[in-house]
């Protein structure tokens, strides 16, 4: 499978991605920032997120809520998402209405300071705590996502802190602080621009030159905090949370190379041999043989920075023992890092990243967020298509020599959550230990 590609870059910095497929009568729109949680101030997290928000709030042209109405009325879907280290917005609409998705994203990109107002931000920071009280702090297992990076990554990490933001933070902000943020990171030379799908291609560059030829480059960007951590802990470390859940949940974090690397496939590889469909050793041996967890699996959070991390996620089945189930858990990892896997299960193991691959590529939306996260990250959306053959070139020695590097004690972050009842087990255990450099 080859997908097309054709890159170029405007004058004020923009990177632009095209790819040209006439199958079906869609296109996505899909532009990525280079900012996430990690581009934020210590006494100032969560706004990364909070500009999630505040770039559907309107902009000079648009009203509050008019982008989503625009774009539903033309028959098209959108959103937003924020990560560690971007955040993305996109539309996919029929093939006729690619202007307004261009349109829209150039006028938020270019002119929403004037829009920007306190009301505004008012309201979308008490949407962005209540989502935090919804899905972090009072739903079960919820606090995982921010409790294990926080142990995985050194206190002056910028992976370290909470992607969503303190409560304390986000009722800090003020509107200068948000003004600054948008400034400093919202610029053209900070951003991708995808579009793919059924477009016609002078067309599409004419209307990206019109609407977003205009606005200027950003400047004065602060660089990131020190990213690089050693390829391993050093140690197990294990922190056990009491928390109002019925069954107990382990995590378990280890420190894998980034994205993008060598490594990275071998990593990606070990992770679906454990805890990828049905048929994985997680699944197989825990679930179905063992019966000691009800679900389990593993996946690598695919970071391009500092370091990667392959988790394993397991909630233990109803009628064993934390300690029976934790030590089974572990059982597993000692085991692929001991003897390594075999040709047939990274064979499987392919196949099943590989299917999943080309079956996402054929939704224009979702080939539109893959070049956009390779231009972003490599500065080369062709890379997508080197995808294929990166994982096909990943022999099981490497997945074993992998193993045998990093899946070892000496790498482990474990995260246990217990039924607040048993609190009295959690207090025999060992304290939280925060991860060193």
Known sequence: MHIPVESYQLPNGLHVVLSQDHTAPIVAVNLWYHVGSANEREERTGFAHLFEHMLFQGSANVEANEHFELVQRAGGTLNGSTWLDRTNYYETLPSHQLALAL????????????????QKLDTQ???????????????????????????????????????????????????????DFFRTYYTPDNAVLTI????????????????????????????????????????????????????????????????????????????????????????????????????????????SKGSDLLIVD??????????????????????????????????????LIETSFVTSMQSAAERADQLSRFATYFGDASLINTQVARYQATSAADVSKLARER????????????PQEGASDASNAEEPVEVGA
Not at 103 to 116: F, S, V
Not at 247 to 274: E, H, I, M
Not at 324 to 345: I, N, R
Request: aromatic letters at 8%; proline letters at 7%.
């Open 103 to 118: 349109w829209l994203e150039a006028d938020r990109m270019g002119r929403m300071l004037p829009a920007m107002t306190q």
């Open 125 to 179: 920071r008490d949407v962005v705590k209540n989502e935090r009280r919804w899905s972090v702090d009072n739903q079960p297992y919820g606090t995982w996502w921010e409790r294990l990076p926080a142990l995985a990554f050194p206190v002056s990490h910028p992976f370290h802190h909470s992607l969503i933001g303190s409560m304390e933070h986000l009722s800090d902000a003020s509107l200068d602080d948000v003004a």
């Open 196 to 303: 793919a799908g059924d477009f016609d291609r002078r067309e599409a560059m004419a209307r990206v030159e019109e609407y977003f030829g205009s606005i200027p480059r950003g400047g004065n960007r602060p660089p990131l905090r020190e990213m690089s951590v050693p390829p391993v802990f050093g140690d197990t470390r294990r922190e056990v949370v009491p928390d109002a859940v019925a069954l107990p949940r382990l995590f378990v974090a280890c420190r894998t190379p980034v994205f993008g690397t060598d490594g990275y496939y071998a990593a990606s590889l070990a992770a679906a041999v454990l805890g990828l469909r049905s048929g994985c050793r997680l699944e197989q041996s825990l679930v179905r043989r063992q019966r000691v967890a009800s679900q389990a699996g593993a996946f690598t959070y695919d970071l």
């Open 314 to 351: 397991a909630t233990a089945h109803p009628d064993v023992s934390v300690e029976q189930f934790e030590a089974a858990v572990l059982a597993e990892l000692d085991l692929m890092h001991q003897h390594g896997v075999t040709e047939d299960e990274v064979t499987r193991a392919r196949a």
């Open 407 to 418: 899946l070892g004690p000496d790498n482990r972050v474990m995260l246990l959550y217990l």
